[in-house]
């Protein structure tokens, strides 16, 4: 493999912003030597860690493609139908890297389990079917235990009993497994922070989180997925069907710059899918622009958004080999022109993108 080395572009690092630097890849690693090899001029762009998108739903491995070319170099998948489904795309060379927690675990007698056509052992009956669930996602490689948490007679939502939510978290942390719950209501909040999840994914679109809410997601140390994008595609495509539907983007943005102030972890999550069995479809990759914007837009500083999308979730999954620029880590880069540290909006002005050292096509 080729040295390559990128001059004259500024450097955010995961952390900071520097003026321009030279910057290495050796073997598929970032390298501190910047003499020889092939010389990428990047004047008037800024060179990024790959980011991280922490929510999509993995369908096809063309989808992955369309990650890498947007410059997500990492994706967490959040759910897919089948085992086989992840394990052929994991580890591609040359494309966006993947982790998935394979079988989401849905309610007893949920509809919506069969609505998104996921198979029967995915809905958790009793306290053994937890265990079970829990065992075999682990046992496939999961990175993650995935938890869907309906609320009871929204959308033929049935409720998940506490018991079994809680056996599943605990069942989760014996295998040393975050517990990510999908929740969109402020019930559903409250239900997923009594059970002792990890993550909470998606943010209520019905009316705000309440700053009791707020306020014990941060004295727990939860970490927030908010996934802004595809809650505002959503919110529009129920607007376009019903005028008057008491759904309000608003208290979305409400709700992540509440998180933000109080000092919740929030991490980049797009919701990625071209799932025809869900209300709204974000595309693969360039979603993340969006909810960049989106974060900017509820107040959350470039430099502080980026974040959320480069050393935070990397940190924090313990994918410890990415997310910052610094010798030694994956040379997952991602450069643009302009500076997104400045105008968000400049992360979108894609030049090139390199996974492990490999400059995507």
């Given at each position: 493999m080729e040295k390559t080395v990128i001059i004259n572009a500024k450097v955010f690092d995961g952390n900071t912003l520097s003026e321009p630097k030279p910057i290495a890849i050796e073997n598929g690693l970032i390298s501190d030597s910047a003499e020889g090899g092939n010389v990428i001029d990047g004047t008037g762009c800024t060179l990024l860690p790959g980011l991280i998108d922490c929510h999509?739903?993995?369908?096809l491995a063309e989808h992955l493609?369309?990650?890498?070319?947007?410059?997500?170099?990492?994706?967490?998948?959040?759910?897919?139908?089948?085992?086989?489904?992840?394990?052929?795309?994991k580890e591609l060379d040359g494309t966006c890297n993947v982790l998935s927690c394979y079988l989401p675990a849905f309610a007893p007698e949920s509809k919506l389990f069969g609505t998104m056509q996921f198979p029967e052992q995915a809905e958790i009956k009793n306290i053994d079917d937890a265990k079970r669930h829990v065992g075999e996602q682990v046992s496939f490689g999961a990175d993650y235990i995935k938890i869907i948490i309906e609320e009871k007679g929204i959308n033929n939502g049935v409720e998940f009993p506490a018991e079994l939510l809680a056996a599943l978290v605990e069942e989760a942390h014996k295998h040393n497994k975050k517990a990510i719950a999908h929740v969109v209501t402020p019930s559903t909040f409250a239900g997923a922070i009594k059970a002792g999840v990890d993550i909470l994914t998606h943010i209520p679109f019905i009316k705000p989180l309440p700053s009791k809410t707020i306020t014990t997601i941060v004295e727990s140390g939860k970490v927030c997925i908010p996934t802004m994008i595809v809650m505002k595609t959503i919110v529009g495509n129920i607007k376009k069907h019903v005028p008057i539907a008491p759904v309000n983007f608003k208290h979305v943005r409400k709700s992540v710059s509440a998180l933000y102030k109080s000092g919740a972890p929030l991490f980049t999550g797009t919701d990625a899918n071209c799932d025809a069995t869900v209300p709204g479809n974000v595309p693969y990759g360039s979603g993340i622009f969006d909810e960049l914007s989106l974060f900017v837009d509820a107040r959350i500083p470039p430099l502080k958004a980026l974040q959320c999308a480069t050393s935070k979730p990397a940190e924090?999954?313990?994918?410890?080999?990415?997310?910052?620029?610094?010798?030694?880590?994956?040379?997952?880069?991602?450069?643009?022109?302009?500076d997104p540290v400045a105008n968000i909006d400049?992360?979108?002005?894609?030049?090139?993108?390199?996974?492990n050292g490999i400059e995507v096509k």
């Open positions: 999509i739903h993995l369908d493609d369309m990650c890498a070319k947007n410059g997500v170099t990492t994706a967490l998948d959040m759910g897919s139908r089948t085992r086989e489904l992840v394990d052929s795309m924090y999954f313990g994918l410890a080999d990415r997310g910052t620029i610094s010798p030694g880590k994956r040379a997952d880069l991602l450069l643009v022109k302009g400049d992360i979108r002005n894609t030049k090139r993108v390199w996974i």
